[in-house]
């Protein structure tokens, strides 16, 4: 955008960073989606992404009325916990991120910590399976692991989904962010499938440009 088309449309940069792990991250405020954090050409935290979040949760809480225990893998700027508390407003949740620019950038722009979240800044599959090896169990688990628009190969993998099954209360549900346009619809449709030989209900949801797959133990 030009100088005119961000005053017109109320855009202001409000910081620009470079992360190790996600590139150039950007900190917008416009007044079509409040401040959120892009990267990669994508809106990472807040905004639009916040958006794709309540969608989905708002169809996961038809399905799982009571949430004491959230686990977010890819908290990004943490804009999704505010999607999370406003269908399960008691909740406590853990949020995993392995970018510290981004927890900074949450905390600082998006009022990130409460003392109802847990952040833990580091790998999320050694931190499932550190969970796993304790026995610890959640009611729902998100995972939301691309890093621009990418996901690292370790996190769609049958043995992920069945890690992700194992740290599931037996009521339990997870949700899993995929996009769904172009190209990337093949690996959707691969994720799909492996899902169906991991968990026994699957239902799917499309926000924007998303195909959210919620998963359950039944």
């Not at 004491?68 to 853990?94: E, N």
């Not at 050694?126 to 990418?150: A, N, R, S």
Request: with cysteine.
């Amino acid at each position: 955008m030009g100088k005119l088309e961000n005053f017109l449309s109320g855009t202001k940069i409000l910081e620009e960073i470079e992360s190790p792990i996600n590139g150039k991250l950007i900190v917008v405020s416009d007044l079509a989606w409040g401040v959120h954090i892009k990267g990669g050409g994508l809106t990472q935290s807040g905004g639009v992404a916040e958006k794709v979040w309540h969608t989905s949760l708002k169809e996961t809480r038809k399905i799982k009325k009571s949430v004491k225990t959230c686990l977010v893998l890819g908290l990004g700027g943490g804009g999704v916990i505010r999607a999370i508390k406003r269908f399960w407003p008691r909740v406590v949740i853990t949020g995993v991120e392995i970018d510290p620019i981004m927890i900074e950038l949450g905390t600082k722009y998006m009022n990130l910590k409460d003392n109802r979240t847990k952040i833990v800044i580091g790998d999320a599959m050694k931190f499932v399976k550190q969970q796993i090896e304790k026995k610890k169990k959640y009611d729902l688990v998100l995972v939301d692991m691309y890093v621009g628009d990418t996901i690292p190969s370790k996190f769609v993998t049958p043995a992920f989904y069945t890690s992700i099954k194992k740290l599931l209360e037996k009521d339990g549900a997870t949700v899993i962010n995929r996009l769904y346009y172009g190209e990337k619809r093949k690996l959707s449709d691969k994720t799909h499938k492996d899902l169906e030989n991991v968990f026994s209900k699957i239902t799917q949801v499309y926000p924007e440009a998303n195909i959210m797959f919620i998963c359950q133990n039944q």
